[in-house]
């Protein structure tokens, strides 16, 4: 998932990436990765047991970027 907030008027222009991704070890990762457009990002990796509780993590995350204005 890919979501990007772009306020000209304030000379913001960010971008927010998730992905959901299987571990070695039959973990789940959510990646995260955020910036401003056209920089390299700061990356994060959440571990979860299972694939639903990663989906559910990266749902909420959604939200909250939604509210604040990522699209």
């Known amino acids: 998932m890919h979501l990007i907030r772009t306020e000209p008027e304030a000379n913001r222009h960010r971008f927010c990436r998730m992905d959901i991704v299987p571990g070695l070890f039959g973990d789940w ?12 990002g700061q990356l994060r990796i ?6 639903a509780d990663a989906k559910d993590a990266g749902f909420a995350l959604y939200m909250k970027k939604a509210k604040r204005g990522y699209e």
């Open 29 to 40: 990762g959510l990646v995260r990765e955020w910036a401003r457009v056209g920089r390299a």
């Open 46 to 51: 959440d571990w979860f047991d299972t694939e």
